[in-house]
């Protein structure tokens, strides 16, 4: 199972050399490596359907940390990992036929695989923090796909947004993974034991966090606007990681941590109440769309709250429809999606008031976008109606609130049943085409994925007993106690049965009373959502930009003094701060003697004359002083090495000063009071604040283990008996390489400064 | 044009600084000295050639770019901590072996001792890279 998900890691690396050593059949080869590690995880299924047993795997990562790579595999992962490996198989094959004629082809494969591993990684994962990293690496790279157009600045927005919306989710739901692991001190989730956590105090807050991370993942209201936004990524893209994959992930989470966190009042209320908000939002949103993209993407929103309001709703009912409904969605959402993609490459638009009648010019893509809108809407035979039907049942037999989630689910699904019309019959049928382009059947590679999803929907449809336990099997892990699940296409006349027909009809009267007001549709509905999250986001995103350009305005002037000011001024209240707590002070000057007392005065003297003369070659002779003097000091505390180094480095000051002395200008006139006056008492203040740590220095901390340490240990163990050395070149050699790196970054650094400079100067 | 005397003096100076540099670096792990000293003092020794001649005479006395040498210094203190990885210890971990030296006996050679060469290298290059660099710019 590791080697499984790691091999579509090592894919990702090498898809590049792949593509242009392989060309055309490189995606062939590329959806095999999913299917392959689907079948790899095959001989465990058999046993895992039938007696319910998990598949554990792991590796130690960072066992200091008790983190490591665990994976498990149970039914609820099997959905997931089959929807992820089969469609993401098929969207290979469909990406290397739409995208064909972009040279980075093999980047995106790159991309694609890298996200199709993060996602098989993530549904696999037991360990909470493996789960976290799969999770991110899922967002990270669908701002890959996203921004593929990176030259279009919508596109980067639109990646950007994903990026920050699910990023910052994410964040807090990584918080509340800690808690979760601190309340139960485990890290596996099949270990978590859902009453402790329930009865911890940290309860609330870790699921207020994990669901932040739940529902921006999975576009939940008033999450929801990046998803259409997404839409800027190219179609193959959209159809996996925006209607089959990525945003199933947070619903995904609900489901993983629906025996830890589920149950109680504040779930129901909280992911019921959001799911369903989500699902009306979505749903009316969809049908106010014209782009089919934008129109399939805002159903997904819908679907997506949906599933979440099941999963809150959590009885045994509503868990197996959640199951059967995401099964029925990810296969008739990634063929609409494709034929979608399609008619935008063979047509050139997306504009539903433009595609019409296209049926006998493309009559396979016809066909399996029928079937799967007449999935999307809940009519039978398709796989869709099985899931719609245990929708309504489970809404209907809800524990409470079931009149209000009654009405909303029968209006979404109303709503979703325009939605399939509205993306199937319209651009294939009535009327005659105006598109840009008069289209001809696509090739194979292109409806092959479209063809084989439909089809699955249809067969499942009829023969729901081919998915066998798997749907049972989900169900079960999801609510932690066996639930095996039988699905019948036909289940008597009862009032569900009633509701269903009543919708189909519904939606179709709907579409008619619609059909021909799209354009005022479209602009009320683009009105009323310039008030929507999508503009709080928006004015947060400004926000964030004027502040960043004000503070950089304020902090990196390009005046050498100013930036000395601010870091002078940190330093100052940074460690003065606790310097005044530690009031009284404990300094004693006894000790001192004539010759350092004589130094001192040198000192003082060379500084005070520093800021006094009008010559450069008088100042740098009193700095020369003052440096003298301080190795004077080290030589009368027998640090010889220091004042060794000390004078050396005067001696290449001074050097340096002569070079550049007449690059300087003159000195014309002193500072103005204004600007010297503040300047003195920063400095006086620095000056005492640094004078009295070192003071304090000295009485703070008389504990001598550890010279006392490198003194013992430095002749035996280092060969060395200058214990200066020793530590430099040997206990410490990890901290001296990274200095002599910084000196070396920073020598290369100011190289480039005075080239700059020369280059203007010339 | 710089005095004639100090034009008379320097090779004869650069040359002392040079030993004593090496010096300075050799003895550096029993007393007062080492690597970065020793970069410092042979930095100085070349600086002083810049003041009395003129930069691509000390360039060509140099004969490797400063640059060079920071990236020499880098890779001589990277090959020491690897060498105490090969010997079966940590890296940067020290191997000591004794070796014997006409005239001196047996002398400890050990990676700290090439850890400090990597220094003295990479301190002698920075600084010979910027102080060349700003003589420069006076021509």
């Known amino acids: ?762 | 044009m710089p005095s004639l005397i100090l034009r008379a003096v320097t090779p004869v100076l650069i040359l002392l600084l040079i030993i004593v540099s090496i010096y300075a670096l050799l003895r550096g792990h029993q007393e007062p000295g080492g690597g970065f000293v020793g970069g410092l003092i042979i930095a100085a020794a070349f600086s002083l050639h810049v003041l009395a001649y003129d930069v691509p005479s000390t360039r060509r006395l140099l004969r490797v770019a400063p640059q060079t040498l920071m990236g020499l210094g880098l890779s001589t203190i990277l090959l020491s901590g690897i060498l105490g990885l090969l010997a079966g210890g940590a890296f940067l971990e020290g191997v000591w072996m004794a070796v014997p030296v006409p005239g001196l006996g047996l002398v400890d050679v050990g990676t700290p001792v090439l850890f400090d060469v990597g220094v003295y290298a990479a301190v002698m290059g920075m600084v010979l890279m910027i102080i060349l660099m700003v003589a420069e710019m006076n021509t």
């Open chain 1, 1 to 762: 199972m590791l080697w499984a998900v790691l091999s579509i890691f090592i894919g990702a690396l090498l898809a590049q050399a792949l593509q242009r050593v392989l060309g055309r059949p490189a995606g062939w080869l590329f959806a095999a490596l999913p299917l392959g590690v689907l079948v790899s995880v095959m001989p465990f299924v058999p046993r895992l359907l039938a007696e319910g047993e998990v598949v554990h795997a792991s590796l130690p990562w960072i066992p200091s940390l008790g983190v490591e790579l665990a994976f498990s595999l149970d039914g609820l992962s099997l959905v997931f990992l089959a929807l992820i490996c089969g469609i993401g198989a098929l969207i290979f094959i469909y990406a290397s036929k739409y995208l064909q004629s972009d040279r980075r082809l093999g980047r995106f494969y790159a991309y694609l695989l890298l996200f199709t591993g993060s996602m098989a990684g993530l549904v696999l994962a037991d360990d909470v923090f493996v789960l976290f990293v799969c999770w991110e690496l899922t967002s990270v790279s669908s701002y890959l796909l996203i921004a593929w157009d990176h030259e279009r600045p919508e596109a980067r927005k639109a990646a950007l947004t994903a990026l920050l919306v699910t990023g910052v989710g994410g964040l807090a739901m990584l918080a509340g993974f800690v808690l979760l692991v601190l309340s139960t001190g485990e890290t596996l989730i099949s270990r978590f034991s859902g009453e402790a956590v329930r009865e911890s105090p940290l309860y609330l807050p870790i699921l207020i966090l994990v669901l932040a991370g739940a529902f921006t993942k999975s576009a939940q209201f008033p999450f929801s606007f990046w998803l259409p936004r997404a839409m800027e990524a190219p179609t193959p893209v959209s159809a996996y990681l925006h209607s089959a994959t990525m945003v199933k992930a947070g619903v995904y989470l609900l489901a993983r941590l629906h025996p830890t966190l589920g149950g109680t009042r504040e779930w129901f209320l909280v992911v019921t109440l959001v799911g369903a908000a989500t699902m009306v939002v979505g749903a009316v949103l969809a049908v106010t769309q014209k782009d089919l993209k934008r129109i399939l993407a805002q159903s997904t929103v819908s679907v997506l709250g949906l599933l979440t309001m099941l999963l809150g709703i959590g009885t045994r009912a509503a868990i197996s429809a959640a199951v059967v409904y995401l099964i029925a969605h990810s296969l008739y959402k990634g063929a609409l999606f494709m034929t979608a993609g399609t008619l935008d490459h063979e047509t050139g638009t997306r504009d539903v008031t433009r595609l019409r009648g296209l049926a006998r010019r493309m009559p396979v893509t016809a066909t399996a976008a029928v079937l799967a809108a007449i999935s999307s809407a809940g009519a039978p035979p398709l796989f869709g109606f099985l899931g719609k039907e245990l929708f309504y049942e489970a809404v209907f037999a809800s524990p409470s609130m079931r009149a209000l989630l009654g009405v909303a689910a029968v209006l979404s699904s109303v709503l979703l049943v325009v939605v399939s019309v509205l993306v199937a019959y319209r651009p294939f049928f009535g009327g005659s085409p105006s598109a840009p382009r008069i289209p001809h059947e696509a090739p194979p590679s292109m409806w092959l994925g479209p063809s084989v999803l439909a089809a699955a929907s249809l067969v499942f449809g009829l023969a729901p007993q081919w998915l066998g336990d798997l749907p049972g099997a989900a169900a079960t892990a999801i609510l932690g106690r066996p639930a095996p699940l039988e699905l019948h296409l036909w289940h008597g006349f009862s009032p569900v049965l009633g509701a269903s027909a009543a919708t189909l009809l519904a939606g179709v009267v709907l579409f008619r009373v619609l059909s021909g007001r799209e354009e005022r549709l479209f602009d009320a509905s683009t009105r009323l959502g310039a008030w929507g999250p999508a503009r709080v986001y928006d004015a947060a995103f400004a926000g964030l930009m004027r502040f960043a350009a004000w503070q950089t305005r304020r902090l990196q002037t390009g005046h050498l003094r100013h930036y000395l000011l601010v870091t002078v001024l940190t330093t100052v209240v940074l460690v003065g701060a606790p310097l005044l707590r530690s009031l009284p002070l404990s300094i004693s000057l006894r000790g001192v003697e004539l010759p350092e007392l004589v130094l001192a005065v040198v000192i003082l003297g060379a500084a005070a004359m520093t800021t006094r003369t009008l010559s450069r070659l008088a100042v740098v002779a009193a700095l020369g002083a003052i440096g003298v003097s301080v190795m004077l000091i080290y030589v009368i505390f027998s640090a010889l090495d220091l004042a060794l180094t000390q004078i050396m480095v005067e001696a290449l000051t001074v050097v340096i000063f002569v070079l550049v002395l007449h690059h300087l200008p003159r000195f014309v006139n002193r500072s103005p009071a204004r600007v010297w006056i503040p300047d003195a008492i920063v400095s006086v203040i620095f000056g005492a604040t640094v004078a009295l740590l070192i003071l304090m220095s000295s009485t703070l901390y008389p504990d001598p283990t550890l010279s006392e340490y490198f003194v013992a240990k430095g002749y035996p163990e280092a060969h060395g008996r200058n214990i200066v050395n020793v530590i430099l070149v040997d206990f410490r050699a990890m901290d001296t390489l990274g200095e002599a790196t910084v000196l070396c970054v920073a020598g290369i650094g100011v190289y480039a400064l005075l080239q700059v400079g020369r280059r203007r100067g010339a």
